[in-house]
């Protein structure tokens, strides 16, 4: 088993910038890519960026150049993305996700708000 915590949403203005933190426990060994979703009210959870344990990335259209995913490989544990210039169309609850060979993970999301 794979458990993942997000954190570091809240309420920021737009223009604003927010940084957010998945933390991985258990069975990290089998993490690979590791990447961040989100779902808007009445929409369907979109990928907003991922990232392989290469350091490689991808970007949905809607953040590249916005958005930047990192990742501590040292320890395989945590994964940021760090948001800015955010506009009122990111608020959404924001997913960490870290796929495995036997199952794919999800941490409970935390809540990101773009809003004057």
């Known amino acids: 088993q794979v458990q993942l915590v997000e954190s570091g949403g809240g309420l920021v203005q737009p223009g604003g910038s927010l940084r957010l933190s998945c933390a991985a426990s258990g069975r990290i060994s089998s993490i690979n890519a590791m990447g961040w979703y989100r779902q808007a009210p009445g929409k369907q959870r979109e990928m907003v960026a991922t990232?392989?344990?290469?350091?490689?990335?991808?970007y949905a259209d809607s953040v590249n150049g916005r958005f930047t995913i990192s990742r501590d490989n040292a320890k395989n544990t945590l994964v940021y993305l760090q948001m800015n210039s955010l506009k009122p169309e990111d608020t959404a609850v924001y997913y960490c996700h870290a796929p495995t060979p036997y199952s794919d993970f999800w941490g409970r999301g935390t809540q990101v708000t773009v809003s004057s």
């Open positions: 990232i392989t344990r290469g350091a490689g990335t991808n």
